[in-house]
């Protein structure tokens, strides 16, 4: 089962399941396929996340999100090279992607940073790689450069577009079959698109019930740009910019939903995103909740009333805020702050 790059029709949607249904595919517009449902490393503890990864193949995940942030990308290589070498998987039949942060946005150093990635994920390609955020910080080996007086990063004058053209340079040297970006604004991917030689082939951003996010979603699908969503569950890490009155996972409406179908709240939110054609990167250590996030999502479906009392949630409450980059000129959620290097 594959859905295409295209305006997703809910209705359609709701057509396509079927309790036999396997886990489908988002047909990319380089051809490639990618899965519904991966595996967030983001905040996973190296010494768990390896096996954390095993399991999650185990249980069927092909599609894993990966970034150099994360501090953990050498764990997920060892948990993808044990279960290579026992013959669970093909490298073929994986979907890996992985970031380019901050501190790498030069030019000359994107190739080397993509490389470090996909060295310590011990694999000799990377299915996707992301720009990771369009502001650059300065570079070096400090992946937090701030300023002691402000607590403020620390910026250096790279024009995004200026990134994306070596990133494009990946993918016609064989490191990366697929380039993107992550938490681009509207205007960002108007600008990108103007001037790609290589258009990105997705887009990941924060969404969730209190952050929908459709005029951007919609941009993209009208552009050929698969839409990749992060904290789909909400976070209980970042505090909400707008936070309504409950955390997600506990609202009335996604509880009563939940009973409803005897689902998980969970469960809720993730079918409420990928019957939408939205890709979702659940982040979970433990083997009960991976199992539940993939096998249990794809054998009921929202009606349009659900759909509907999920969409009135929407409260542009963001929860990744990036507040440390404000004042970037190409920062892009923060509206007020001097825009100066």
Known sequence: MKFVCSKINRAFSLRLLSKKMSTPNFLLSNGKNMPMVGLGTWRSPPEVITQA??????????????????????????????????????????????????????????????????????????????????????????LYPTCPDTGKAVFENIDFIDTWKAMEHLVDSGLCHAIGVSNFNEQQINRLLSVAKLKPVVLQIECHPY?????????????????????????????????????????????EIAAKYERTPAQVLLRYQTQSGIIVIPRSVSKHHMYENFKKIWDFGLDNDDLQAIDDLDCNGRFMTMKAAYGHPHHPFEIDAPKQL
């Open 211 to 255: 952050l929908r996010q459709k005029t951007l979603i919609t941009l993209c699908y009208d552009n050929a740009i698969a839409v990749t969503a992060y904290s789909s569950l909400g976070s209980a890490h970042t505090p909400y910019e707008k936070p309504g009155a409950y955390p997600l996972l506990k609202h009335p409406v996604i509880l």
């Open 53 to 142: 990864v095993k399991d999650a193949i185990d249980i069927g995940y092909r599609h894993f999100d990966c970034a150099h942030i994360y501090g953990n990308e050498a764990q997920v290589g060892a948990a993808i090279a044990e279960k290579l070498k026992e013959g669970v998987v093909t490298r073929d039949q994986l979907f890996i992607t992985s970031k380019l942060w901050n501190t790498h946005h030069r030019p000359d150093l994107v190739r080397a940073a993509c490389e470090t990635s996909i060295c310590n994920l011990g694999v000799d390609y990377l299915d996707l790689y992301l720009m990771h955020w369009p502001m650059a910080y300065k570079s070096g080996n400090n």
